[in-house]
């Protein structure tokens, strides 16, 4: 199959490059004119051939026209739009440095021709949000957050108020492939879930994918959250930073060699626990990060980049409990240039993610986490101004620690022990193509041939039927199956392999430069669980490989959209449905017990999921007065039935809502600048809430009052709401050097929601009733920051 696959992309290949004429080529990068940082995804119009182009990741662009001059109009957020005439008589290199808009960056400025890219373009279910704007956006405890910024996007949910993690269209937490620079993130949160661990200040570029994802992409089944790095100033040093209520961070960067590579260093880190001290509280909670970038061009067709995240967050009580954990990154990447129409990017990638737990009370440690190694080389093939062709091969290696128990001293009664490690390999390879068919009507279509391998060194149990669950016919009960044996595999010895194709397609027809309607289709396929019977992603959840008895779950999902832009483009609305199914979706039995369970495939059954819903973005782009109003109508349900016709299936078989359904999801954001002074940003929220399992009556046994449930996930927490204000206040709004600073002021939840975080049933010691208790995380939280550079 594989050798059809390379067959046919060659044919397709000689194909559409037979067709090409004696043309001539524009290519360069496009970059900030005041740092000479790279610019990711800057609109091109060519005015005579109504083309239309992007930057790539590192500010590449490449479009190949008939002899003749033409207007180049290049514009992108919070930058002036700049028009030029070029002659292509030849092949032309090019590059671009865009100054700052005189405008104010947190304003949405949309160009002509950025409109007719965005409407044009065969690409739907992605969201953008600058960093500018992110940074408007009131915040729990005054610190700019990534994730929480997202949330307010249409398809986008989360657990609830200091929960990790989010959701998309349905999907699970771990059904998001999070990138840093290229690299996988394992755990995206600070303090189980009150920050993300991306300092904003060192962010540069954010792509959110929810459907029509890219055949570069694969490993995960609802999203991608792409993310770049900035990669440093060239022209001159400077710092940036800023002081916050429980955290402060600083960033540094500056040119190498006179402008010919750049540096940028930044660290952040919090400090509560300094006050808990103070008063005589021993217990802690604080977190720090850094995030480094080296970047270097070696020659005109060959650049080196140095990129590097670590992160750890330390939770204790006393000195009998303490849990630390954090991600390790360190990404290598080299651009080459083959020609002006061929650009590629080799990067060497490792990941490790680490989760420690010090018990003195019981006395040992408890490690755990995943090491990730990762080789992958990407090209992007400009064959002509209507086709653009991208292909790739990426391997990754995988080495689980699900867990290591060393005791602390010598005394202890406990022994060493490591948990059976396991370990996998996942080759893949992909093309894509985005062509212009015709002038109103583009198509973007894809392949990604995926591999997944299981490997030793481990010892598996044998099970009758290879069935590792059981069913107890008689107290109609899923049970742990006794193994029949044990089947040892030596290192590198395939346990279990699996492949998959991954086609992918999306369409756009464009009525004319304001209205359009984009059709997407694509299968992901997901070798990855994250083994966790929480709503929302716990640092103790454990990552493991598919194998014989975890299959690998793929996804199917289309989607249909409508998208008009209004009044030149000062409001544009997006309006999209979508349907999605899942198989090999993991269910847990009743009663399941997740931690250090080396015998998983116990406790798990494989179900299906589906996802449906409608999304509707407005957004007002232009004025003193910005933002959007984003809604989401939507069901998530899952389903395992019975393997047999005795057996009943989870939740007698039926379908049922998932932890992370929500019906209705409502959020308006708006940024309304004052004067040049003040600027002031309010965000509501509005979601139903979360489906949960309440006992529905009880019983006694030996004395004891004992709750029985009905069906799965029946009920729902209250609805959940809360506004946010914020206000900055820029005191020098016309110095541009030197020290320039401003004051951020915000209140998390304005009016006081006690928004349920759970809700818990107990018995009132004095009326013996039964009775229910909410649990709330905030009320309401006012913060003060300063930020500054210079």
């Not at 594989?2 to 524009?26: A, C, D, M, V």
């Not at 010919?260 to 626990?273: C, Q, T």
């Not at 360190?330 to 989760?355: A, C, E, G, P, T």
């Not at 010895?493 to 289709?521: C, G, T, W």
Request: proline share 3%; aromatic share 14%.
């Amino acid at each position: 199959m594989l050798k059809k696959i390379i067959l046919l992309f060659l044919l397709l290949i000689g194909t559409l490059t037979s067709f090409s004429q004696e043309k001539f080529t524009l290519s360069g990068t496009i970059s900030d004119s005041n740092n000479k940082e790279t610019l990711i995804g800057v609109n091109l119009y060519i005015v005579e051939a109504k083309a239309s182009l992007t930057t790539n990741e590192y500010g590449f662009y490449s479009i190949t026209l008939p002899n003749r001059e033409y207007t180049v109009l290049i514009s992108y957020l919070g930058y002036e739009q700049m028009e030029e005439k070029i002659k292509l008589s030849q092949n032309i290199k090019k590059n671009f440095f865009l100054s700052g808009s005189s405008q104010q960056l947190d304003e949405v400025i949309i160009s002509e021709n950025k409109k007719r890219a965005e409407i044009r373009k065969p690409e739907m279910s992605v969201n953008k949000l600058s960093i500018q704007t992110i940074k408007q956006m009131p915040v729990v405890l005054g610190e700019v957050d990534i994730l929480k910024s997202i949330l307010t996007l249409p398809g986008v949910t989360n657990a609830g108020e200091g929960q990790s993690g989010f959701n998309v269209r349905g999907g699970s937490a771990d059904q998001n492939l999070v990138l840093l620079d290229e690299a996988t993130i394992y755990n995206s949160s600070h303090l189980f879930g009150l920050f993300s661990i991306f300092n904003a200040d060192a962010i540069k570029d954010l792509k959110l994918y929810k459907g029509g994802i890219p055949a570069r992409f694969g490993g995960r089944l609802s999203s991608v959250l792409d993310i770049y790095q900035k990669e440093g100033n060239k022209n001159g040093f400077h710092m940036s930073g800023g002081i916050g209520l429980i955290s402060s961070r600083l960033l540094a960067e500056g040119p190498i060699d006179n402008g010919k590579g750049s540096f940028l260093l930044a660290g952040r880190a919090s400090y509560a626990h300094i006050f808990l001290k103070l008063a005589d509280n021993q217990n802690k909670a604080y977190f720090y990060d850094l995030n480094t970038k080296l970047s270097y061009e070696l020659n005109q067709k060959n650049n080196l980049l140095l990129s590097g995240y670590f992160g750890r967050d330390v939770f204790s009580i006393s000195k009998d409990f303490v849990n630390t954990y954090g991600n390790t990154i360190v990404n290598l990447r080299w651009n080459h240039l083959f020609s002006d129409k061929l650009f590629s990017n080799l990067s060497l990638i490792y990941n490790d993610y680490y989760y420690g737990l010090k018990l003195d009370f019981v006395g040992f440690n408890f490690d755990t986490g995943i090491q990730n190694f990762n080789i992958k080389y990407d090209f992007k093939h400009y064959l002509t101004d209507k086709i653009k062709l991208s292909y790739g091969v990426n391997a990754q290696y995988y080495n689980f620690n699900p867990g290591k128990i060393v005791p602390i001293n010598d005394n202890s009664s406990i022994n060493e022990r490591q948990l059976a490690k396991k370990f996998a390999f996942e080759p893949d390879l992909y093309f894509d193509i985005e062509q212009k068919i015709t002038p109103n009507f583009s198509i973007n279509y894809g392949l990604r041939y995926s591999l997944f391998y299981r490997l030793g060194q481990q010892t598996i149990n044998t099970y009758a039927n290879n069935q590792a669950v059981t069913w107890n016919n008689d107290f109609k009960i899923y049970e742990k199956a006794t193994p029949t044996g044990t089947k040892y595999y030596g290192s590198n010895d395939v346990i279990a392999s699996f492949d998959n194709l991954e086609p992918r397609v999306a369409m756009s027809y464009s009525f004319n430069d304001n209205q359009s309607i984009k059709a997407s289709y694509n299968r992901m396929a997901q070798y990855l669980h994250l083994i966790s019977n929480t709503q929302s992603p716990t640092p103790l959840d454990i990552w493991a490989p598919s194998d014989n008895f975890l299959k690998p779950q793929t996804l199917d999902q289309i989607a249909l959209g409508y998208f008009q832009n209004f009044n030149q483009d000062k409001y544009s609305l997006e309006v999209e449905t979508f349907y999605k199914k899942i198989k090999n979706r993991l269910d847990y039995i009743d009663g399941a017990d997740l931690i250090a369970n080396e015998a998983i495939e116990q406790v798990v059954l494989n179900g299906k999921a589906r996802a449906y819903g409608l999304e509707i973005l407005f957004r007002k782009n232009q004025g003193k007065l910005t933002g959007w109003i984003s809604y989401t109508l939507a069901r998530t349900e899952q389903q395992t039935p019975g393997r047999t016709a005795q057996e009943l299936g989870i939740n007698n078989g039926n379908w049922y809502k998932t932890g992370f359904d929500k019906t209705h999801n409502l959020a308006v954001v708006s940024n309304y600048e004052l004067n040049k002074k003040w600027k002031f940003g309010s965000i509501f929220t509005l979601q139903s809430g979360q489906p949960v399992t309440y006992p529905n009556g009880k019983y006694e046994y030996q004395g004891i009052l004992i709750p029985s449930y009905g069906l799965r996930n029946e009920n729902h927490l209250p609805t959940y709401h809360h506004l946010d204000i914020s206000a900055t206040y820029i005191p020098k709004p016309e110095k541009k050097k030197g020290w320039q600073s401003e004051w951020v002021f915000s209140v998390y939840n304005a009016y006081g929601r006690k928004n349920a975080a759970s809700i818990s049933f107990r018995q009132n010691e004095d009326t013996a009733t039964n009775e229910a208790v909410k649990l709330s995380i905030f009320g309401i939280v006012p913060s003060v920051s300063y930020n500054f550079k210079f």
